[in-house]
């Protein structure tokens, strides 16, 4: 591992989010999102001739995004409404929904689909933001190279550590628009788009779309304090 820093919990957010899916299993709400508010700062350009650039630099200045927003923000929902707008730039919600749906996916009509990739950035920002806690700094660093996947795409390895307690972090990023995306996020190894598949069959299975649509609902509409 390179390239070890320091940064603000707010990547705690994007780095142990993908643990919290109880609650959709167990039909309970899960909140709201803020209103969203003014990046800490802009993206990275993309790369020149379309070409994305170095997936583990698009991974570094996301951290340092977070880091920024965590240190200007003025209150908890401020920094809530800035990470769910970061998330929302840099996140593949469409190939998300594809993967987590799976053979679903190509039974559901167009608006469906666009009514299910929206419910699920909510439930994907509500997940990150709720373990935030401004001032608690942890370590990062990084494999020595991206691991290539399949059709161009790639995983960024990372650990981070907070106090005595460490997780490994890896971001499946596509190529998108001369940038990089993520559409999938392990954490020790536990795929959010496996687990959101996982518990979104049962609930097909057992409730139908009507059903999965009402848990996605209560889940993605509570309000994150």
Not at 27 to 45: D, F, L, S, T
Not at 98 to 106: E, F, I, V
Not at 152 to 161: N, S
Request: aromatic share 6%; hydrophobic share 40%; glycine share 8%.
């Amino acid at each position: 591992m390179s390239s070890k820093r320091t940064v603000s919990v707010a990547l705690v957010v994007v780095a142990l989010g993908a643990l919290a899916q109880t609650a959709l299993a167990k039909g309970k709400p899960a909140v709201k999102e803020p209103a969203a508010a003014e990046a800490a700062a802009p993206a990275p350009a993309p790369a020149p001739s379309g070409h994305p650039g170095d997936p583990q630099k698009f991974i570094a200045g996301l951290y340092t995004r977070l880091d920024q927003m965590s240190q200007n923000a003025k209150s908890v929902d401020e920094l809530h409404g800035r990470i769910g707008q970061e998330l929302t730039g840099i996140v593949d919600y469409v190939e998300m929904g594809r993967l987590t749906l799976g053979a679903k996916w190509n039974d559901i009509t167009e608006p469906q689909r666009k009514e299910f990739t929206g419910l699920l950035s909510g439930m994907v920002v509500n997940t990150y933001v709720r373990r935030f806690k401004p001032g608690t700094a942890i370590e990062i660093s990084y494999a020595a190279a991206p691991k290539a996947l399949s059709e161009g795409k790639v995983q960024v390895q990372t650990t981070i550590k907070v106090k005595k307690t460490s997780a490994d972090v890896h971001y499946d990023l596509l190529p998108r628009g001369g940038q990089w995306a993520v559409y999938d996020i392990l954490v020790d190894d536990a795929s959010q788009v496996q687990t959101y598949r996982q518990s979104f069959k049962k609930i097909l299975d057992k409730e139908g779309w009507p059903g999965l649509m009402t848990r996605m609902r209560k889940a993605a509409e509570k309000k994150v304090g």
